[in-house]
């Protein structure tokens, strides 16, 4: 079974782009969460969908969105980029979302905000 | 709020030693715990996990982690260690939530394990 797939797996943009990443996760999985990873705060929740919902938020600026298709499939986006967003954006999948279950991590994707 | 406390940032050990990543957590509810290990360059693997019975759990390289309620801990072991456990390693915890939707996971700042020759 292929695992969780992430593109690219690197990016390079400037202050005040967007930026769409994309998120491929273990069939039939059908929760998705994604995670930014930087030095300085290390792992923090973004979101959650859940059949193409999303469920649960952490405690980011609306310039961070995300979607889910019919096919689980997710993205990401952010938009008015800032240096501050350099960071490594992590994709996790789920089998039905339910508390306890092994979430399985992409192997993400690396922004570098000039 | 929940939060995650792994005690040291780097932990220097020669290869075939012991070693003790330590692992606290505070929740007012109950929570799930886990240890993920990160490679470089690539993303998180789950490690081990507590989810209910037995407080002692086991991977199957030789880690092991007990969880303690009393002292709200999740410590990670491993009584002889190679240079290829070289890695990060993060505690995480999820609140507990019968039969609803899932919870996020809330992560430790890391533990960098560099295993010596």
């Known amino acids: 079974k292929a695992g969780v797939t992430q593109t690219p797996r690197y990016l390079i943009k400037t202050r005040g782009q967007q930026v769409t990443l994309s998120c491929s996760p273990i069939?039939?999985?059908?929760?998705v969460s994604w995670y930014q990873q930087t030095p300085g705060q290390g792992l923090q929740f973004l979101f959650e969908?859940?059949?193409?919902?999303?469920?649960n938020k952490g405690n980011f600026p609306g310039r961070f969105s995300g979607r889910q298709f019919s096919n689980s499939r997710s993205e990401m986006n952010v938009s008015t980029l800032e240096l501050g967003d350099s960071a490594l954006y992590l994709c996790?999948?789920?089998?039905?979302?339910?508390?306890?279950?092994?979430?399985?991590f992409g192997p993400g994707t690396r922004l570098t905000v000039l | 709020a929940q939060s995650v406390t792994q005690l040291d940032s780097q932990v220097p050990v020669f290869e075939e030693a012991p070693v003790e990543l330590r692992c606290n957590y505070s929740?007012?509810?109950?929570?799930?715990l886990f240890w993920y290990v990160q490679y470089p360059n690539q993303g998180l693997q789950l490690l081990l996990k507590?989810?209910?019975?037995?407080?002692l759990v086991e991977s199957i390289n030789g880690f092991e982690a007990e969880f303690n309620k009393s002292q709200t801990s999740f410590h990670l072991r491993k009584p002889s260690v190679h240079i290829s456990d070289t890695a990060e390693y993060f505690c995480?915890?999820?609140?507990?939530?019968?039969?609803?939707?899932?919870?996020?996971?809330?992560f430790g700042k890391g533990t960098k394990l560099s295993v010596k020759p």
């Open positions: 995480a915890v999820i609140h507990r939530n019968y039969g609803g939707s899932q919870g996020n996971l809330i």
């Open positions: 969908y859940f059949s193409e919902t999303q469920r």
């Open positions: 069939s039939g999985h059908r929760s």
């Open positions: 507590y989810l209910s019975g037995s407080t």
């Open positions: 929740s007012s509810v109950s929570v799930y």
């Open positions: 996790a999948s789920s089998l039905d979302g339910y508390t306890g279950n092994e979430q399985f």
